[in-house]
């Protein structure tokens, strides 16, 4: 608005009585000035367009009390403003100094060269600052803007250090690596235009010139270090060539001779013809900030100004070419080149910086490097995540996953429609490329992460601190588990129904692993409450191809991003942690609340039978042995729930239910009942999605004896091992003593 305002008082009429002012703002603000001891009137000017006021000012002269006499800054004890007021309500009104050498200051407005100084008196946004506007307010700001700028505290200490330049709409984007790319003294570099923004900005690229960039719009660039300069004066960024080139002369710095070897660079003695690629010139500054005169630079900032003409007619007009017939050679003889450069117009650039990846981990509030890592599944789940940790630079990652992109997988995946018949973990690679450049790299593997003999799959494993299995397969997390070498693992899943979300975190020293987390995971499932609706229910399937196995689950994408945000902050926690961790996120879709339930991890049990090993947790023994104490004096007994897993020889088991009612009990004999016993079995295998069945029978001895079994055990055991044979499984009897627990096996021969 500066801009506007300073020329539109350039064209003002004088107003002889302040009844005439119209504008409703200009009235109120008035008022306040006439009521306010230390402003006073001086006179008041309008701008008609076509005898309509666009804009009305107050000059007035304002006292400051708290602005310490002879002050470094500058500034004075009176000073003129006028104060712009816009027409438009929604605008800020607009103050200026109209002191010829009122100083330079931060918290300026960006202004024309010759301009009065534009205050800038708030740092939020006019439609948040027009909410709780008034005239009075709007005048003690002033005052405060004035003093605070006086004792120079306007800025806070502990603030970065300003830069030398104001804000501008035209970027400059520097690589993250372009020192380490300025270390190959072959190197050189191109500035790409891209293409313009309805603002009249545009945004511009520095590469290395080796990068594809076929038709761009180009420009040269050459770059000028600038002496170290003390925050807190800032420089009107200049509106020509000339007026550049002298600001960098008042600094020590000459911008015409490097500039002319620029031009001339990569002219031959053939000449050049002009390309209508070739966009102009950039000037690149390196300017050292400081705090104070005697101190090291607290940064480097860098200010660019594009210089919008071809480059070839440029080099004409600062004596460094000469054209002939349309061709452009390098001018050597000119003595005394022309001074045509001084009056082009020249753009002020802010200069950006791709991130890095510790700039992003600045931007997203990490302060740890994260895993050397390896994510298992490149799914729906596992491309999300690795979305959100590649953006905040958590971790270095590799991806495994062995399948490639359907078209049905863009409903609720990171690919795109060009994606579709590509790998899964390639897409994820190419994905964090597009976002990282190369300042971190994700490594695809393209193969099954069950098969631990490939040497890609497992080297990747072994190299890695943290493994997240994020793939929708059982095999994975429970064949690893039983692999000591391995390092620490985590599993995250979403629920079919895509309400709730889970967490499975092994200790640091993995004593407690994902298989023996499943399992009291599954617990939790058939004991709590919140474990009837987990699993309950899903939105649908659909068919997918032609295949009987092409079945997908109907899902929403939401459901899949919003879990993810929370399981990616979740593990980046659990991953400082010391201790195991089984947490979960119930989700109720109707009001979108989400409730956490954290699950007691107990230690893990193995035992060998025959041919299978048995893990049972110390949560399912402490439950045991409590249900043997509540029966004393009697035995009591019950059946055990769990899981087979001949892929990895196994048998887990999940919890011991309690005797039911008709059950018959002694001191010496125990008979289980039946009553109620069909629909629990059945309501623990629906809360785990089918995954917990009937394995067997448990039951105890009475106090003072041990776990050995009598000879109507092994009866028993008998006669489950030929109940159980015809679904071709092994039966598990467990009997629980006074300090001691004895499991035995049967199967039919």
């Not at 729906?380 to 971790?395: D, P, V």
């Not at 509540?630 to 892929?647: A, K, S």
């Not at 091992?721 to 679904?727: I, N, S, V």
């Amino acid at each position: 608005m500066m801009a506007e305002a300073y020329h539109e008082l350039a064209n003002v009429v004088e107003v002889k009585d302040a009844s005439e002012l119209t504008i409703p703002r200009a009235k109120a603000l008035l008022d306040a000035i006439q009521r306010q001891r230390d402003y006073s009137l001086v006179q008041i000017f309008r701008h008609p367009v076509d005898g309509v006021p666009t804009l009305e000012c107050l000059v007035v002269e304002v006292e400051c009390d708290d602005v310490p006499p002879k002050n470094p800054i500058g500034i004075q004890y009176r000073e003129r403003l006028a104060l712009c007021v816009p027409d438009d309500a929604k605008k800020l009104i607009e103050v200026l100094a109209l002191r010829q050498d009122f100083p330079v200051l931060m918290h300026q407005n960006q202004g024309v060269p010759g301009a009065p100084a534009s205050l800038c008196l708030y740092f939020e946004p006019s439609a948040v600052v027009m909410r709780t506007w008034t005239p009075q307010a709007f005048l003690r700001r002033i005052q405060w803007w004035l003093e605070k700028s006086a004792r120079g505290e306007l800025h806070p200490a502990d603030q970065p250090v300003e830069h030398l330049f104001f804000a501008s709409k035209y970027e400059l984007v520097l690589p993250w690596n372009l020192d380490k790319l300025r270390q190959n003294t072959d190197q050189h570099f191109v500035v790409v235009r891209q293409q313009e923004r309805p603002d009249g900005g545009f945004t511009c690229f520095l590469v290395p010139v080796a990068t594809n960039i076929p038709q761009a719009k180009t420009a040269k660039h050459i770059e000028l270090l600038l002496p170290s300069v003390v925050h807190g004066f800032i420089e009107r960024d200049p509106a020509t060539l000339g007026q550049l080139a002298d600001l960098l002369t008042r600094r020590g710095v000459d911008l015409i001779g490097p500039l002319r070897t620029a031009l001339q660079a990569g002219i031959g003695q053939t000449g050049a013809i002009a390309s209508k690629n070739d966009q102009g010139t950039v000037v690149l500054l390196h300017i050292p900030i400081s705090r104070a005169a005697d101190v090291d630079p607290d940064r480097i900032a860098r200010r660019a100004f594009f210089i919008p003409i071809n480059s070839l007619e440029l080099g004409v007009a600062c004596g460094a070419l000469l054209v002939h017939e349309n061709r452009y050679y390098q001018d050597l003889l000119n003595q005394q080149p022309s001074a045509a450069w001084r009056d082009q117009l020249v753009l002020p650039m802010e200069v950006l910086r791709q991130n890095d990846d510790a700039m992003a981990r600045q931007q997203s509030g990490l302060t740890e490097e994260g895993p050397t890592g390896v994510l298992i599944g490149a799914g729906s789940l596992g491309s999300a995540l690795l979305n959100l940790w590649g953006r905040s630079g958590w971790g270095r990652w590799t991806i495994i996953d062995k399948d490639h992109v359907k078209p049905h997988n863009l409903s609720r995946h990171a690919a795109y429609a060009q994606h579709v018949g590509v790998t899964k973990a390639t897409v994820a690679a190419e994905l964090h490329a597009a976002v990282m450049q190369g300042a971190t790299e994700i490594t695809p593997i393209v193969a099954d992460a069950c098969d631990l003999g490939q040497e890609p799959v497992a080297t990747a494993l072994n190299g890695a601190t943290l493994v997240v299995d994020a793939s929708t397969i059982l095999e994975y997390p429970r064949l690893t588990s039983a692999i000591d070498t391995f390092p620490r693992h985590f599993s995250v899943f979403v629920t079919p129904n895509g309400n709730a979300a889970v967490l499975l975190a092994e200790d640091a020293k993995r004593s407690q692993r994902l298989r023996t987390l499943e399992a009291q995971y599954y617990r939790a499932l058939i004991e709590q409450d919140w474990g009837r609706i987990h699993l309950a229910g899903h939105t649908g399937t659909f068919w997918s191809g032609a295949s009987c196995r092409d079945i997908s689950l109907v899902m929403p994408y939401s459901r899949i991003t919003g879990h993810a945000s929370t399981l990616a902050e979740q593990v980046q926690s659990a991953a400082t942690r010391e201790d195991a961790l089984i947490r979960v996120w119930q989700r109720d879709p109707e009001r979108g609340a989400v409730e956490v339930y954290d699950v007691p991890v107990t230690a893990e049990q193995r035992l060998e039978l025959d041919g299978l090993d048995l893990y049972i947790d110390e949560g399912v023994l402490c439950q045991l042995r409590q249900l043997r104490q509540q029966g004393f004096p009697n035995e009591t007994g019950g059946v055990l729930l769990g899981y087979y897993d001949f892929n990895i020889k196994a048998v887990i088991v999940v919890m011991g239910l309690p005797a039911p009612p008709d059950s018959k009990a002694s001191p010496t004999f125990f008979e289980r009942g039946i009553e109620g016993l069909a629909e629990a079995v059945k309501e623990a295998s629906a809360r785990t999605a089918g995954m917990v069945r009937y394995i067997g029978e448990w039951h105890s001895h009475p106090p003072g004896h041990s776990a050995s079994p009598s000879r109507d055990d092994l009866v028993q055991l008998i006669h489950l091992a030929l109940g159980m044979a015809d679904d071709g499984l092994p039966a598990v009897q467990l009997i629980v003593g006074e300090s001691d627990v004895q499991v035995l096996q049967g199967a039919a021969r």
